[in-house]
């Protein structure tokens, strides 16, 4: 329909102008016309794209900027736009000049509203936020062509996906039909976002597209109410099962999904058979989630980087302890656990059962050690409670006196010296300083409970899963205890005023993650402590074990502890996972410092640069099928996902 002036034109401008700044690099490195021309364009479509959910966030941002390097403007996210994250999540740009006439199109003829902008994200990568409730007028008529006959009209959420799923299937067509020139690779993260696809495919759009099951929705559902999947997968009827859960509906999207995608792939090989049993279809491409690795540091900063975080939970735990504080922090290790709150296929029950079980080993044997065991789940939380805050107060309080005090000294200490006398005592530390002081030791001193095990007012205290398993397992913060356990139910930011760190320099802080999963198709938290440096703990029903156990001789010694959760029983796991944290115990530093290294060795190996070559394959193998030739030179070829 173009000449191939337009055509290289759309190739270099699609998705912005061409004095964006993020775009200025690509233009000025664009290779010759006769390159670009008839280069592919890529959307990845996720629910999580500019709206921090779990791990499929973690998924897209991570791999943005190699993502944005391969493809640069030829590159685009599709998702809902979220009134709540978008100002901090995105940031708009003016549409290009053959962007523009196809969001214009989208609204004058479907009504649909479409924010045009860039992720606010390392590669800045372009993005397309669409309004739903500019849609949800449709919602009925496009429902029941889509699920006519078995339609759950109550399902909001899959209500919501219906309604994206038709606005970006129109997004693409729109694009598809501009210009016939380019061959467009669709990649859809999860069934939320699949709907487009099943419709596209219905409208016979002319694009390639994958799917990736990242979870299958009914293997959730079924792990967490206590199933035992993985010795059940062969004799399963998936559509009876979705039908008894009540999400038969949803359950459909994903199996069409995985069976009519171009290409249909899986984040590893347990989730590959997973799906194969579920959803009715092998895998074509295993599709290992990475990291954007940052490997400016040297080592000796990497310690570093220990160190200071580190220092910030102990600043935490003087406060949070006021009044208990009676442990030497050089003998405090920090355990963690963290995630999606799914306390069992999170294997947050097991992790509490292994901390009684430690807690009881370590007073047995009367150890000066203590561990503090950390869980990060967003939960019903309200706000903070008081003595969580009351802790903090406390302890800047006698933070800042002590720094004035001692900057007061130093003054005396160097008058006296510059008049050729060494100061005594009373020179030095004056009565009103010592009364100060004695005023705010009797402050900490005055509490009568017991540290909290939890840090927020939640609105559910009685029946919180994780609240209820800890008090059965009498973790309390005793005096007496040598686990101290704190429940944090929200996500960690370095603006808050009780744990004031990102998420990121938390890990690094902490010695030991302990992830018993039942079900993590992946495992983004023990990858992130390994690029971290971080040992971690988790089971052989993950992803990330998996990859790991094939590459790697003696995990163990790499600080890659991974639990037998497929054929032992539960308490046979949790005794596992009671050996492996009292051995941890029993290194000392120079031991714990060598391991950290170790681990930190592995974290090429979970590098995008590394672990993208897989997504090339699958982007490489939809073209083929869905357009019959040969992806154009520098794009990749077929082979085996390393």
Not at 290 to 296: Q, W
Not at 308 to 333: Q, T
Request: glycine share 6%; aromatic share 10%.
């Amino acid at each position: 329909r173009e000449d191939a002036a337009s055509a290289n034109t759309f190739a270099k401008m699609m998705f912005g102008t061409p004095n964006s700044t993020f775009l200025d690099k690509y233009m000025e490195t664009a290779a010759t016309d006769s390159e670009i021309e008839n280069k592919p364009v890529l959307f990845d479509v996720g629910w999580e794209v500019a709206k921090k959910v779990g791990g499929i966030y973690t998924v897209l941002r991570s791999k943005a900027p190699v993502t944005v390097e391969e493809w640069g403007a030829r590159y685009a996210l599709v998702a809902p736009y979220n009134h709540e994250t978008a100002p901090t999540e995105f940031e708009r740009l003016p549409a290009g000049p053959l962007t523009a006439p196809v969001l214009q199109r989208l609204l004058d003829n479907h009504g649909i509203v479409v924010h045009f902008g860039k992720w606010l994200v390392e590669g800045y990568p372009k993005v397309f936020l669409i309004d739903l409730q500019s849609s949800m007028a449709r919602l009925s008529e496009w429902r029941t062509e889509l699920q006519s006959g078995f339609e759950v009209p109550s399902d909001t959420e899959a209500n919501d996906a219906i309604v994206f799923g038709f606005q970006s299937a129109l997004l693409l067509k729109e694009f598809a039909l501009t210009n016939r020139n380019n061959r467009y690779i669709a990649h859809f993260h999860e069934w939320q976002s699949s709907v487009g696809l099943l419709v596209a495919r219905k409208w016979s759009v002319p694009i390639a597209t994958i799917f990736t099951t990242h979870a299958t929705l009914l293997g959730r559902y079924m792990s967490a109410g206590g199933v035992d999947l993985y010795n059940h997968l062969q004799a399963l009827n998936p559509d009876e099962e979705a039908s008894k859960r009540g999400i038969y509906n949803r359950h459909w999207i994903e199996q069409q999904a995985a069976q009519k995608a171009t290409v249909f792939t899986t984040v590893s090989e347990i989730t590959a058979y997973e799906a194969e049993m579920v959803l009715k279809r092998k895998a074509d491409v295993i599709l290992p989630n990475g990291l954007k690795l940052d490997k400016t540091a040297a080592l000796h900063e990497f310690q570093n980087l220990h160190a200071k975080s580190k220092a910030v939970l102990h600043e935490f735990m003087r406060g949070h302890f006021y009044g208990h504080y009676d442990f030497d922090l050089d003998n405090v290790l920090y355990f963690f656990t963290a995630g999606r709150y799914e306390f069992y296929n999170k294997g947050v029950d097991m992790f509490i059962e292994a901390l009684a079980g430690l807690n009881n080993m370590l007073k047995q044997m009367g150890s000066k050690m203590t561990i503090v065991a950390f869980i990060i789940m967003p939960g019903k939380a309200i706000n903070y409670n008081v003595e969580s805050l009351k802790g903090q107060s406390l302890i800047r309080d006698m933070r800042r006196t002590c720094n004035a005090i001692v900057e007061a000294m130093s003054e005396r200490m160097f008058e006296a010296t510059a008049r050729g006398s060494l100061p005594d005592a009373e020179t030095l530390f004056k009565e009103e300083e010592i009364v100060m002081l004695k005023r705010r030791i009797f402050t900490l001193r005055q509490r009568p409970d017991l540290p909290p095990i939890v840090t927020h007012n939640m609105a559910n205290d009685a029946t919180d899963e994780i609240l209820v398993h800890l008090r059965q397992a009498k973790l309390f913060n005793q005096p007496e205890d040598r686990v101290k356990v704190i429940y944090h139910p929200e996500f960690l930011s370095s603006t808050s005023p009780i744990l004031p760190l990102d998420y990121t320099d938390f890990v690094r802080g902490c010695h030991l993650g302990v992830f018993p999963s039942y079900y993590e198709p992946w495992g983004y938290t023990p990858a992130e402590c390994t690029v971290l440096g971080v040992p971690s703990v988790t089971s052989n029903l993950t992803g990330f074990a998996n990859f790991m156990k094939r590459r790697l001789d003696d995990p163990d010694s790499k600080g890659i502890f991974i639990i037998d959760r497929r054929f032992k029983s539960p308490k046979e796991s949790v005794e596992q996972i009671i050996s492996i944290m009292w051995r941890f115990t029993q290194l000392d530093r120079r031991e714990r410092i060598e391991l950290r290294n170790r681990t930190e060795r592995l974290c090429d190996m979970l590098d995008w640069k590394s672990l993208g070559r897989a997504y090339t394959n699958a982007r490489t193998l939809a073209l083929e099928r869905a357009f019959g030739l040969p992806s154009p030179k520098g794009v990749g070829i077929i082979k085996q996902p390393m």
